[in-house]
T-cell receptor, first 114, second 110 residues
């Protein structure tokens, strides 16, 4: 079982739709949480950090539920340009101690169609 | 502003050949990482470094070696390439919680 789990999708939605992705993690000592976006054959780029209080950036809302060990990403009013893979990233404590390791989920594919 | 630069961007190797991927960052970051990305597998950590002169194993280190002799450079070596090492390799450096990636190196082992 991977330490960070995501539904690979694809999620196929029309423009203007609201879509939500979840991500679960196994290590309760995980420190920090992020969503990255990856376009086809490109490098991942930070979309947003995720805080316990929830945070919003325009059409994007991220939330963290530490008790249930999952994070979510909500995209409102989907645009064609939102089509990409969304990667959940959890900073987990290294076994050797003293540092945290960014650990990726497998990614969720989103396709927004006209 | 170069950020993170990976070389080469593409390479085709024969089984048994060796090669080195270079990652260079100009942001003075302490932490650097090498990941590989395969279809359906997401990014998996190969090795990482928490500072100049230090390296540690990640999730899939077998068949790879690394060195961090200078803070700005993190080298990934394949001593004897195997077809299972055909992949896209991403290097990243970290500041706080944010990772900064290179554009990736696409390696094919025949």
């Amino acid at each position: 079982r991977k330490e960070v789990e995501q539904d690979p999708g694809p999620f196929n939605v029309p423009e203007g739709a609201t879509v939500a992705f979840n991500c679960t993690y196994s290590n309760s000592a995980s420190q920090s949480f992020f969503w990255y976006r990856q376009d086809c054959r490109k490098e991942p780029k930070l979309l947003m950090s995720v805080y316990s209080s929830g945070n919003e950036d325009g059409r994007f809302t991220a939330q963290l539920n530490r008790a249930s060990q999952y994070i979510s990403l909500l995209i409102r009013d989907s645009k064609l340009s939102d089509s990409a893979t969304y990667l959940c990233v959890v900073n987990m404590a290294a076994q050797s101690g003293g540092s945290y390791i960014p650990t990726f989920g497998r990614g969720t594919s989103l396709i927004v169609h006209p | 502003n170069a950020g993170v630069t990976q070389t080469p961007k593409f390479r085709v190797l024969k089984t048994g050949q060796s090669m080195t991927l270079l990652c260079a960052q100009d942001m003075n970051h302490e932490y650097m990482y090498w990941y590989r990305q395969d279809p359906g597998m997401g990014l998996r950590l190969i090795h990482y470094s928490v500072g100049e002169g230090t390296t540690a194993k990640g999730e899939v280190p077998d068949g790879y070696n690394v060195s961090r002799l200078k803070k700005q450079n993190f080298l990934l070596g394949l001593e004897s390439a195997a077809p299972s090492q055909t992949s896209v390799y991403f290097c990243a450096s970290r500041r706080g919680g944010e990772l900064f990636f290179g554009e990736g190196s696409r390696l094919t082992v025949l």
